[in-house]
């Protein structure tokens, strides 16, 4: 890099915080530059010590029975102004995203977990969620905040979620939604 580049954000030290702030500003077309002096990107946490600790933790409780896992599924869907006949043929668009690609999602071993998110192709505005999820009583929350206030899947895009968290799942689907609708069809619904 030399002196005479410019950036609108400079992340200093790659965390969990700077890995997910420096890939937010370049979505949203932001000149990005990250500093690290670890060889690897994801700081202590990824590397050395939390993810490392909780998967080892999570391991144990899972080898020795002491703790049981278990799926339950909710669904908020259908927004009251929406008719059936609308949601199934008017341009929608299901997009997911599987625990087993979240970072989360395998310490906990929770790997077959999912969410889905229900979208209007035309403006985005989400329909619905579905999450099947030993902890889906926990994250389900979010979608319908986002459908009760009538917003698109870009809140998703827009918010901050911590790494690791199944929570991010969200943010994920939205990306594959968008995705989608960019003609990169990522994964069918």
């Known amino acids: 890099m030399s002196s005479n580049e410019s950036f ?8 969990p915080a700077g890995e ?14 990250i500093i690290e002096r670890a060889p690897h990107l994801g ?9 490392p600790s909780k998967t080892l933790r999570e391991s144990a409780l899972y080898f020795s029975g002491l703790k049981q896992r278990g799926l339950y599924g909710i669904d908020y869907s259908l927004k009251e102004n929406l008719t059936v ?30 969410l889905k998110l229900i979208f209007a192709r035309a403006d985005k505005k989400l329909l619905g969620v579905s999450m099947i999820s030993e902890n889906a009583t926990e994250l389900i929350h979010i979608g319908p905040t986002v459908l009760d206030k009538g917003l698109t899947i870009d809140e998703f895009i ?11 799942a969200y943010k994920y689907a939205a990306y594959d939604g968008l995705g989608n609708l ?7 619904g």
């Open 20 to 33: 997910k702030a420096g890939p937010q500003a370049a979505y949203f077309g932001k000149r990005v530059a």
């Open 158 to 168: 827009e918010q901050v979620f911590n790494y690791p968290t199944l929570s991010e």
């Open 85 to 114: 006949y609308d949601f199934m043929h008017h341009e929608r668009e299901v997009v997911r995203a599987l625990y087993e690609n979240n970072a989360r999602g395998h310490i906990t071993g929770d790997t077959g977990g999912m």
């Open 182 to 188: 960019a003609g990169h069809k990522l994964r069918e």
């Open 43 to 51: 700081g202590s946490c990824i590397n050395t010590g939390t993810v």
């Open 8 to 15: 609108d954000l400079v992340v200093i030290g790659c965390g």
